[in-house]
């Protein structure tokens, strides 16, 4: 049986996703993976979602269990014989609490940083507004969007279900290590994105690689209802 290191929920998941230069991301590749892409493009994620209801080795964690998270990532594959494994990497993660992203590092070897946000989530028969912020440089960026309420199955072969349907992290430990990780969640549901608004300093959050987008529109922005997660304790290195 596998050991569940850390399960939570996540909820009201936004996706920004930019088409990039696969030339951008080759620097941020773990060793014994290559790039993943929709329709011959790259892509990179921002991404804004609710962490809830959080426990690390099946012990609750109250007081720090629920906090929004922002992201930027992007999508890669492994192949080891017939077997594809299609999963993500992370530029950087970011929380409101600094023991979260000191354990994160510490456990994960990632790269979160801790600093101040906030959501508003509000919810009518017939639609959801979702907001996220985060506040770098004493000036607070979002994520927003509004959405019908009403979940709807992700189509095959669409771009909803390559960004959502990417179930392994990556970690690149040095120019020659890499480490592998296995999250689980059942294929999620999405919501209809009627409208969506994003002020980002990409350049403070993630450095100046990711400047070009601090000028670009997304290709897409998606919503997914999420659902439980879990992440395996055992990582693989190679």
């Not at 892409?37 to 990179?44: G, H, L, P, S, W």
């Not at 929004?68 to 999508?75: K, P, Q, T, V």
């Not at 594959?77 to 590092?105: C, S």
């Not at 100046?208 to 998606?222: E, G, M, R, T, W």
Request: proline share 4%; aromatic share 14%.
């Amino acid at each position: 049986m596998t050991e569940t290191f850390l399960s939570a929920r996540w909820e009201n998941l936004i996706m920004a996703n930019y088409e990039v230069n696969p030339n951008l991301l080759k620097p941020y590749l773990p060793k014994g993976v290559e790039l993943d892409f929709f329709e011959n493009k790259a892509y990179v994620s921002l991404v804004g979602f609710m962490f809830k209801q959080t426990s690390l080795f099946h012990i609750p964690i109250p007081l720090l269990g629920t906090f929004e998270e922002i992201n930027l990532r992007f999508y890669v594959k492994r192949v080891e014989g017939n077997n594809i494994k299609r999963g993500v990497v992370f530029i950087n993660e970011t929380v409101p609490y600094k023991l979260v992203a000191w354990l994160a590092n510490k456990l994960y070897k990632e790269h979160y940083i801790a600093i101040p946000t906030k959501n508003k989530i509000v919810s009518s028969a017939i639609s959801k507004n979702i907001k996220y912020e985060w506040k770098i440089n004493n000036k607070w960026n979002h994520i927003a969007v509004n959405t019908d309420n009403e979940n709807e199955q992700m189509l095959s072969n669409s771009v909803e279900e390559f960004i959502f349907e990417h179930y392994y992290g990556y970690t690149k430990i040095s120019s020659q290590v890499s480490q592998e990780y296995k999250v689980n969640h059942p294929r999620w549901e999405v919501n209809k994105v009627n409208d969506y608004s994003i002020e980002c300093d990409f350049t403070s959050m993630y450095g100046n690689d990711f400047a070009i987008l601090n000028k670009q529109k997304p290709n897409s922005v998606i919503v997914a209802e999420g659902s439980l997660v879990t992440v395996n304790w055992k990582r693989t290195q190679f």
